[in-house]
Nanobody, 126 residues
């Protein structure tokens, strides 16, 4: 079992950067692929980015490619999401999740997640 706690959200202007953090408890963090999802008000939760167990491979939704970067530090049980050139449409609550599988081409759905953190809110003003 992995417990997840997100942090790092905030209110920023369009074009700014933010780094999100996901702290995982438990010794088995490195055995899971991990992902970031987001949910805007009134919308369904959507996939943002995923990373494999060792951190050597990642995939992203098209709208964040080239702007966001997902990384992990298994020694510290940490998952990160570096978000650059933020846009108002990136406004959402961001959640980290551990996954039950990983591929380089899968855009994961909420049903692929094994567990969730409580989320961290990101608001991008225009």
């Amino acid at each position: 079992q992995v417990q997840l706690v997100e942090s790092g959200g905030g209110l920023v202007q369009a074009g700014d950067s933010l780094r999100l953090f996901c702290a995982a408890s438990g010794r088995i963090f490195s055995s899971y692929a991990m992902a970031w999802f987001r949910q805007a008000p009134g919308k369904e939760r959507e996939f943002v980015a995923a990373i494999n167990w060792g951190g050597s491979s990642a995939n992203y939704r098209d709208s964040v490619k080239g702007r966001f970067a997902i990384t992990r530090d298994n020694a510290k049980n940490m998952l990160y999401l570096q978000m650059n050139d933020l846009k108002p449409e990136d406004t959402a609550t961001y959640y980290c999740a551990n996954l039950n599988f990983y591929t380089d081409y899968t855009h994961f759905s909420s049903s692929d997640a094994l567990g969730w953190g409580q989320g961290t809110r990101v608001t991008v003003s225009s």
